[in-house]
Nanobody, 124 residues
Framework: QVQLVESGGGLVQAGGSLRLSCAGS????????MGWFRRAPGKEREFVAT????????VYADSVEGRFRISRDNAKNTVYLQINNLRPEDTAVYYC?????????????????WGPGTQVTVSS
């Protein structure tokens, strides 16, 4: 059974940092793109970042470019999201996902596997 489990969320003050992790099990994701999405209260789920299977290609949402960094460790079947200079508007549930068909994608429906999410709350 394929599972993705996020960790590393929490409550942090504006300007702070967090490192989210997403560990996969049940199959290897070393040939798949992996991504992060988020859903803020009362809003639609939105794309945050994605990374290709090799780690060479990375795409970010404009709202997080320069503050967030996605990385992966294929040996650990894990993807990470380093979040710096957090803002209250970054408050959301953050989800990791796996895309088995495209190099990188901003489109949620192209992702095949999803984790349950981890809450990030940023206080002002």
């Amino acid at each position: 059974q394929v599972q993705l489990v996020e960790s590393g969320g929490g409550l942090v003050q504006a300007g702070g940092s967090l490192r989210l992790s997403c560990a996969g099990s049940g199959r290897t994701f070393s040939s798949d793109a992996m991504g992060w999405f988020r859903r803020a209260p009362g809003k639609e789920r939105e794309f945050v970042a994605t990374i290709s299977w090799s780690g060479r290609d990375r795409v970010y949402a404009d709202s997080v470019e320069g503050r967030f960094r996605i990385s992966r460790d294929n040996a650990k079947n894990t993807v990470y999201l380093q979040i710096n200079n957090l803002r209250p508007e970054d408050t959301a549930v953050y989800y990791c996902a796996v895309d088995t068909t495209t190099l990188t994608s901003r489109i949620a429906r192209e992702y095949d596997f999803w984790g349950p999410g981890t809450q990030v709350t940023v206080s002002s």
